[in-house]
């Protein structure tokens, strides 16, 4: 670590003079990496963005846009916080993946951004489930719905489907009298939904058993009963 505190204090009093000259390119790039070594990731991001930028025929380049975007990845935090950091990864990742597609790192890159995604998706996960627990049913189904477009292809949707289905039916439940038949009515359209998508699921029973309820109450108001 003190050697690479060195070369960067010395690389900062060197550089000035070599700008314009042919061995600043080399100098630049071991620069940028003093920062990385030293785990200042935020300013090797920055030097590595810089280097590519500039020295944009260097057979160094495609290195420097690669660590740009893996010093960013080292900055994504715990899915809890705020995952601007993670965003930004992605794009520099995508950059470089469409800056050089026959590189031998854009496997890698796929890989890394996959990783990122899987946080982000977590992090929509986890704010939808909070929602469902604090009882804040329409916030719940408005966020699963959103996690579902933001990711499609989610391992979760079966789960997630389903919390909407109970979410959808505890408001429904909740409501009052005059608005209980048409959110009734919206609970058995998400059950049919989830049915159709899910009918071997492990859900399946107590989506029934919610789906029966809902037409027994639907009955029941429909018969001019109070509920």
Request: aromatic share 16%; charged share 30%.
């Amino acid at each position: 670590e003190e050697e690479f505190m060195k070369a960067q204090i010395l690389y900062e009093m060197v550089l000035p003079y070599y700008k314009g000259k042919k061995e600043a390119e080399e100098m630049y790039f071991k620069f940028a990496y003093t920062y990385y070594n030293l785990e200042d990731y935020m300013l090797a991001a920055h030097y590595f963005k810089s280097y590519a930028n500039s020295f944009t025929n260097s057979t160094h380049r495609e290195e420097a846009l690669y660590m740009a975007a893996f010093s960013e990845y080292q900055m994504s935090p715990n899915y809890q916080l705020d995952q601007t950091q993670t965003n930004k990864a992605i794009d520099d990742f995508q950059l470089f993946v469409n800056t050089f597609p026959s590189s031998d790192k854009v496997e890698q890159c796929n890989q890394l951004m996959d990783k990122l995604r899987e946080k982000l998706e977590r992090k929509a996960f986890e704010q939808g489930h909070l929602y469902y627990k604090l009882g804040k049913y329409i916030s719940a189904i408005v966020s699963f719905e959103n996690m579902l477009k933001d990711f499609p292809e989610t391992k979760r949707e079966e789960q997630v489907r389903f919390l909407i289905l109970k979410s959808s039916f505890n408001y429904a439940k909740n409501s009052i009298f005059e608005k209980k038949l048409e959110r009734l009515n919206d609970t058995i359209g998400k059950y049919k939904e989830f049915a159709k998508r899910f009918p071997e699921s492990k859900y399946i029973k107590e989506a029934n058993k919610i789906n029966s309820y809902s037409l027994t109450e639907i009955n029941k108001i429909k018969n001019g009963y109070k509920i």
